[in-house]
């Protein structure tokens, strides 16, 4: 199971072909492999997971397509997948079913100290960096990130509590208001989860921003009250649905375009919440455009204790996971699945380790 990577040969480790453990690594721009490794031996306060379901992130096809992600690059074979839920094997909590945080913060540092894990500096993060993600059957994990899942949401509506964690902290660094009206471009899973977010925040009008029509088609179903193509959102098109603008517009597709779009949107003084990571690990836009507007911009880094929160909103049925999820694939088709994702025929793909 593989395809020709451009990573010059030599830089990876081996890596051990031998056990009753299937995993999923990537060995270089599209190069993924099946590998039958040892089973992985929890430490202490760690627990024995079985992955159930990984959903396949924009950060992954990162991954999967440029070697890396911003400043990060592939170092040697790695396990992608940080949206996953699973079912604790053996200790205590065996058999609990449990929605998986990939963030490891220190706990320690100045930052984490005041209360931002997210931008801890010496965070780890599954399937970044040194540290396996979830595209494999088993996997160790820390005790203190194991979210047991309520009897009503199934394996895949716990791997999409990540997703929806990050939507949930881009929402509060918008500083919703009731009754203002919001912007969302892009309308890949996080920017339908804040459609979703900002209708249920009491937001007068809501309008999504896409390329791709099946995606238009879904943040109408999830609440947008419009849906526009990049080229149809003008200024004259903004005035007429948000009067003066949104009070906050979100960016969820990581490139300038939608940046540009998202600072359009945007009211004089209003806030422009930049979640999509782009590509070259650089973002541009028209300086005179947002300084004449005088907007707050602020950026998203993953998440910050989001999950409780996240899987409260799910299980209330106030926010629609389930319906995100298009197409599955099982560990033995992973290639397929990355294939799929990068396609973006559908919403949000997911892997399920455990199925034939």
């Not at 990537?26 to 993924?32: I, R, T």
Request: charge should be negative.
């Amino acid at each position: 199971m593989s395809i020709t990577g451009d990573v010059p040969a030599g830089v990876f480790a081996s890596v051990a072909d031998d056990g009753p453990m299937t995993a999923a690594r990537l060995h270089g721009v599209q190069d993924l492999r099946l590998h039958h490794e040892p089973t992985p031996v929890p430490g202490p306060g760690e627990s024995l997971v079985r992955v159930t379901a990984v959903g396949l992130c924009g950060s992954d096809l990162h991954w999967y397509t440029e070697g890396g992600i911003g400043d990060a690059t592939l170092r040697r074979p790695l396990v992608v997948g940080h949206e996953f839920a699973g079912v604790i094997e053996g200790g205590p909590r065996a058999g609990t079913r449990v929605a998986v945080d990939p963030a490891i913060p220190c706990g320690v540092c100045a930052t984490c100290r005041t209360g931002w894990h997210n931008l801890c500096p010496d965070v780890r993060f599954a399937g970044h960096g040194m540290l396996d993600g979830a595209l494999r059957e088993l996997m160790a994990w820390p005790d203190d990130l194991l979210h047991p899942l309520p009897d009503a949401l199934s394996d895949a509506d716990g791997a999409m509590l990540e997703p929806l964690g990050v939507a949930l902290h881009a929402a509060d660094l918008g500083h919703l208001k009731l009754g203002a009206p919001v912007a969302v471009i892009g309308c890949g899973p996080i920017g339908l989860l804040l459609v979703q977010l900002a209708r249920l925040a009491g937001a007068s009008t809501v309008v999504a921003v896409d390329p791709l029509p099946h995606r238009r088609e879904a943040a109408l179903r999830l609440g947008a009250d419009h849906a526009l193509t990049p080229g149809n959102a003008t200024p004259e098109v903004w005035e007429e649905l948000a009067g003066p603008g949104a009070e906050v517009a979100f960016e969820a597709a990581g490139n300038d375009d939608a940046v540009l779009t998202s600072l359009a949107a945007a009211r004089p003084g209003g806030r422009v919440v930049l979640a999509g990571i782009p590509d070259d690990d650089r973002t541009s836009f028209p300086a005179s455009l947002a300084r004449r507007k005088g907007l707050t911009l602020a950026l998203v880094r993953r998440m910050n204790a989001t999950y409780p929160r996240a899987a409260r909103l799910v299980e209330s049925g106030r926010i629609d996971v389930s319906s995100l999820v298009t197409e599955r694939f099982p560990l033995s088709r992973a290639e397929q699945a990355f294939a799929a994702a990068v396609s973006r025929r559908g919403l949000k793909v997911v892997v399920e380790p455990g199925r034939p």
